[in-house]
Nanobody, 122 residues
Framework: QVQLVESGGGLVQAGGSLRLSCAAS????????MGWYRQAPGKERELVAT???????NYADSVKGRFTISRDNAKSTMYLQMDSLKSEDTAVYYC????????????????WGQGTQVTVSS
């Protein structure tokens, strides 16, 4: 099964920066569509940014210009550089892998990491 491990979360002051990482294993990372999602307390999970196998990116309006999503296929790792953080960015951030695991390569599905907490103080 595909395993996703997020890291890099923490506590930061408003205006500061954090870089999240998502390390993937057990799947075909280079052809997977990847994304970052977040869920704040009492809110539904929302899309933050996505990146395709061709490295095309898409961002939520709320983070556009402040966050940058990227991927390193050689390391099977996706990143989210978060700059100019705001208190409203506080949430658990989740890594999503949309593609094929090595053990079920004919069935496309979504895989989720356990999440990493980002807290922005104001």
């Amino acid at each position: 099964q595909v395993q996703l491990v997020e890291s890099g979360g923490g506590l930061v002051q408003a205006g500061g920066s954090l870089r999240l990482s998502c390390a993937a294993s057990g799947g075909f990372f280079s052809i997977a569509a990847m994304g970052w999602y977040r869920q704040a307390p009492g809110k539904e999970r929302e899309l933050v940014a996505t990146i395709t196998s061709d490295a095309s990116t898409n961002y939520a309006d709320s983070v556009k210009g402040r966050f940058t999503i990227s991927r390193d296929n050689a390391k099977s790792t996706m990143y989210l550089q978060m700059d100019s953080l705001k208190s409203e960015d506080t949430a658990v951030y989740y890594c999503k892998f949309s593609g094929y695991g090595y053990l079920s390569s004919t069935r496309r599905r979504d895989y989720w990491g356990q999440g990493t907490q980002v807290t922005v103080s104001s």
